[in-house]
């Protein structure tokens, strides 16, 4: 089975992607669906060599904190705009030693900063060990490094063994 859908995931996906860009629930829309959904990982499975084991059950309690955290820091950001004078705003580069290794954990961690309003990655260190994020208002960028590190990356850990 591994042989003939080696990304079950991504066919999943892909045939999902088919339908809604189609627009349309039909038989043939399926079978051309499912044609992509293997045929693509089939063909490209060569170049995903050395992936990381994901653990498909944590993702659930993953997301539901990074929907937790953009609804609130949507709420945080526009009090900071609306109610905050412009001096007392305390913006900062934050460098977050990253303790992911895999690409793909790295960037669901920088894609994460980036969804979550008032912060945004912005680079990644050619050792690929720290990740450049700016922070809209962080008086104490030790701890906001900190936070970001527990809440998120201490999670991806998890999943992405």
């Not at 991504?10 to 043939?28: A, K």
């Not at 900063?113 to 008086?139: E, F, M, N, Q, R």
């Not at 998120?152 to 999943?159: K, P």
């Amino acid at each position: 089975m591994n042989r003939l859908l080696p990304h079950p995931g991504l066919s999943v996906l892909l045939v999902i992607m088919w339908i809604v860009m189609v627009n349309d629930l039909s038989f043939g829309t399926l079978f051309l669906g499912l044609v992509v959904g293997v045929s693509v990982p089939l063909f490209t499975a060569p170049w995903w060599l050395g992936r990381p084991k994901v653990r498909f059950a944590l993702v659930p309690a993953y997301l539901g904190v990074v929907l937790w955290d953009i609804v609130v820091a949507n709420f945080e950001v526009a009090a900071i705009i609306l109610f905050k004078p412009n001096h007392a705003l305390r913006p900062a580069w934050l460098t977050i030693p990253l303790e992911l290794r895999t690409p793909e954990a790295i960037t669901v961690f920088a894609g994460t900063i980036s969804l979550t309003p008032g912060t945004l990655s912005s680079d990644i260190s050619a050792c690929g060990k720290y990740l450049l994020v700016h922070a809209l208002h962080a008086p104490d960028p030790p701890a906001e490094v900190r936070k970001i590190k527990a809440r998120y990356e201490a999670r991806l850990m998890r999943i992405f063994v």
